[in-house]
Each structure stands twice: as C-alpha cells, then as structure tokens.
C-alpha cells in the first residue's frame, strides 16, 4: 500500500508548480499546473461531444497531460512562432519516462503513461484537440488576468490562436477574445 501512496504523493507534486507563463508576466498568486490541467479537464468533459473525439478519452487525457510537471517543472518551450524544437523534445521525453516510473514503481496499470505520451507526441485525434483545448484555457485565465490585472497578455491569446484549428474550439476562442478589456 505505501507505493501506492507514494504515487498519490508524486502525483500531487504538481499542485505546487506554478505555470512559468504567469510567473514570467509577474501575475500575483498564478495559477498552478493542478488548477489549469482541472480546468482542460473539465472543458473536455463539457466540450468533448462537440469536437468530434472520443470525450472519455480526452477528459482522461486531459487529466493525465501535466502529470510530469511536478518533477519536470513547467517550462516553456514556445514564445509565439518560435519553438524550441529541442528542449521540448528533452522535456517531453523526460515527462513520459518519470509519470512510466512512478506508476511502474506502484504496480499500476500503465494507461495513464501511454495517455500522456500519446498526448505529448499528437499520436490520436484527441491528442490533437486536447492542444487546442489547453490553448483555449490559457487564453481563459490570460482574459482573467487581464480582467483583474489591467495588464495586456496579447502573446497569450496570440499563441492560442496559432493552436486553435477545430471550429468550434475557433469560435469560443473568439468569444473570449472579444471579451477582453479594451485599453485606452
């Protein structure tokens, strides 16, 4: 039973790294992987019947894609139209060995490893929506930022809409982007 435990701990490493993005813009209290891996997780439930996927399978993509931040950290490998091809290699091949670790150190079936690899690679249609999704929701909490800073997080809504091509996932995006504050 402790290693189960254990991979209830490791797991629960996440609830403590914050999204770089929002550290980096100097947002007081940013979210965490755990609030924003939640929220993916709760649009997949709400949006997946919508995007033409397997909605069962996305919500528990979508609650497994983060998984390797807590020992990874969370590190940005794309600013607009650069990515860092390499690093994000390194990192998502570092993710997938490290979530395949600890549930292999549990005794646990390893279908949650396979679904964030799968996710990390694009290997499934819903690996491909679950992107978009997660672009989606990080335009959501820029637009809450924005709300409650009065800061301008352009690059945010500007990376999502590089991600965003599902129509439907293109019309909430426009959504909230009307939404945001407009500057003087």
Do not use: C
């Not at 997946?48 to 950290?73: P, Q």
């Not at 335009?139 to 009065?150: C, D, M, S, V």
């Not at 999502?160 to 439907?168: G, H, Q, S, V, W």
Request: proline share 1%; hydrophobic share 35%; no cysteine.
């Amino acid at each position: 039973m402790q290693d189960k435990i254990q991979l209830v701990k490791e797991i629960g490493k996440i609830k403590k790294i914050k999204r770089s993005g929002w550290v980096r813009e100097g947002i007081e209290n940013p979210e965490s992987v755990t609030d924003h891996s939640y929220r993916v997780a709760v649009m997949a439930m709400i949006f997946g019947d919508n995007l033409g996927v397997d909605a069962s399978k996305l919500i528990k993509m979508a609650l497994a894609h983060d998984l390797g931040e807590g020992l990874t950290g969370d590190v940005i490998d794309q600013r607009g139209e650069k990515t860092d091809t390499k690093l994000k290699e390194e990192k998502d091949k570092e993710k997938i060995d490290i979530v395949e670790q600890i549930f292999t150190a549990a005794d646990e079936n390893d279908f949650v490893s396979k679904l964030q690899a799968e996710s990390l690679r694009m290997e499934s249609n819903e690996a491909k929506i679950l992107k978009q999704l997660d672009g989606l929701e990080m335009a959501i909490q820029a637009l809450e930022y924005e709300e409650e800073t009065g800061k301008d997080l352009t690059e945010f809504f500007d990376n999502a809409t590089m991600r965003i091509e599902n129509e439907y996932l293109k019309k909430l995006l426009n959504g909230v982007r009307s939404s945001r504050p407009k500057k003087s």
